[in-house]
Nanobody, 117 residues
């Protein structure tokens, strides 16, 4: 029943911007920390950013100052605004919902982001 559906990925030139969206259903949105992870070819999946419903955020050092994670108040949607994109940002980006105290963890199917000249 839980569903996380990403959208907004694509091909962009270095220095460009994209906004990823993740529509969430099947979970109490406010009870979960929402996050974005990415996995580059041949690499491990890594945390990009996450955000609690109350607004506490964490960012990977590599994206600080360039990416911003936000959550709608009225709709169960989480966004990742990506600015000043670099080729190193190329990866499949996954939406994540985590309720760490109970061990719950859910994933979307991913959306491809490619940064290339």
């Amino acid at each position: 029943q839980v569903q996380l559906v990403e959208s907004g990925g694509g091909l962009v030139h270095p220095g460009g911007s994209l906004r990823l969206s993740c529509a969430v259903s099947g979970i109490p949105f406010s009870a979960y920390t929402m996050g974005w992870y990415r996995q580059a070819p041949g690499e491990q999946r890594e945390l990009v950013a996450d955000r609690t419903f109350g607004g506490t955020t964490n960012y990977a050092d590599s994206v600080k100052g360039r990416f911003t994670i936000t959550r709608d108040i009225s709709d169960p949607v989480v966004y990742l605004q990506m600015n000043s994109l670099k080729p190193e940002d190329t990866a499949v980006y996954y939406c994540n919902a985590k309720r760490a105290t109970l061990g719950w963890n859910y994933w979307g199917q991913g959306t491809q982001v490619t940064v290339s000249a």
